[in-house]
């Protein structure tokens, strides 16, 4: 299993390409585009699904082993029926002969897009391009078998669901893990605790990325809490701590741009690069406010580990605290946070937390 860069570009191997998406659902070799159109047979006579509500629709079905390289996916973000598509449609990804999915996730916050809304992201494994193409590189292998399914838990029809699922078929090394990624949210905070953005990771692999889509509750910053990686039997204390939200995500003293005497020049300013980024902020000039302009703010932010794996070989939790601080003293914080955590790691995993009801996925 070669995963390709500039580096090793040019070097052959027997690895087979295959495609699935709606021209070719079954990914099969030379038959791709059979469906006709009113432009004839094999003229874009099949780009799309529409989703019925309630139902649960398989996107691949692949019979390995092999590697899932890339995933594209784009759908209106409204409908007849209302909006919050993105968190109505539900994105599940199965590994072997493991019943239980290794993905399960909102479809908009697995590609950095919590709120429902869409915005754009340029990273590495995850690139959202205008408007609301949702692009995975993250490696995905499999040995026997790799399935990939949406829900629709919206009210109505999803019209115009188009998806890409690019992979290969090839050996796969025993020493590769899988990839993992799981939503969690907690709206109703307690102070004092710390929010759990995974738990239960038992075996061995590390831990590969974040997304926060964090809705801030209360007045004044609320970024002054510490990441925790608790790894193999931590239990008071954890092994890795850091020291603010903001910086976790590689930025500073609240995002805010300041001018030569120090004094607060403009809003908060969102940005993009390839391991880190706060790609959206729902009050901020340039971005899309979401459910009208007095909504309370809205945070989207990513932190990939990606040359920096967070490594575990027994079991891992990761939390995240919720402090503020009022430019005189910090102070617990209760505010809305959904995330989603990416990972690698061997065997099977343990079953995810039961994934709420629609109603209570929905933003604030």
């Known amino acids: 299993m070669m995963e390709r860069n500039l580096s090793n570009l040019a070097v052959l191997d027997t690895a087979e390409s295959r495609s699935i998406n709606a021209e070719n659902p079954t990914g099969e070799k030379g038959k791709g585009g059979t469906a006709a159109s009113i432009l004839g047979k094999s003229r874009k006579g099949k780009a799309f699904l529409d989703l019925e509500p ?21 759908v209106q973000d409204s409908s007849p029926a209302g909006e919050f598509v993105l968190r109505d449609l539900i994105l599940r990804m199965y590994w072997d002969d493991n019943e ?14 919590g709120f429902s809304a869409k915005c754009q992201v340029n990273s590495m494994p995850i690139v959202v391009a205008p408007y609301g193409g949702f692009n995975s590189f993250f490696p995905m292998p499999f040995r026997k078998h790799a399935r990939i399914t949406i829900e629709n838990q919206h009210g109505g029809l999803i019209h115009a669901f188009f998806y890409t699922v690019n992979y290969t078929l090839e050996q796969v090394p025993g020493d590769t893990a899988y ?27 590390h831990y ?36 603010g939200v903001e ?23 969102t940005y993009n690069t390839p391991f880190m980024g706060y790609p959206y902020h729902s009050v901020t000039s340039g971005t899309v406010p979401i459910y009208g302009y007095d909504a309370v703010p809205a945070h989207g932010l990513y932190r990939w580990h990606i040359m920096d794996p967070i490594r575990f070989t027994e079991d891992l939790k990761v939390t995240i605290q919720q402090i503020g601080h009022n430019g005189d003293h910090l102070f617990e914080r209760a505010d809305d946070i959904a995330s989603v955590a990416y990972w690698y790691q061997n065997g099977k995993a343990q079953p995810f937390p039961k994934i709420p009801p629609r109603e209570e996925r929905l933003p604030r």
């Open 247 to 269: 910086d976790y995500v590689g930025g500073a003293w609240g995002f805010y741009e300041k001018d030569q005497y120090g004094n607060i020049s403009r809003e908060e300013t």
């Open 100 to 113: 239980n999915p290794a993905v399960e996730t909102p479809l908009g916050d697995f590609f950095c897009c």
């Open 54 to 74: 309630g139902t649960e629709t398989t996107m691949a079905d692949i019979d390995g082993p092999g590697v899932i390289h890339h995933i594209w996916i784009t």
């Open 208 to 243: 590969v990325g974040t997304y926060f889509a964090w809705t801030a509750l209360e007045r004044y910053w609320w970024g002054e809490g510490e990441i925790k990686f608790y790894i193999d039997g931590d239990k008071e204390y954890p092994t890795i701590c850091g020291t």
């Open 179 to 205: 990839f993992y990624a799981q939503w969690r949210r907690t709206k109703y905070a307690k102070l004092g605790e710390d929010y759990v953005v995974a738990d239960n990771i038992q075996g061995k692999g």
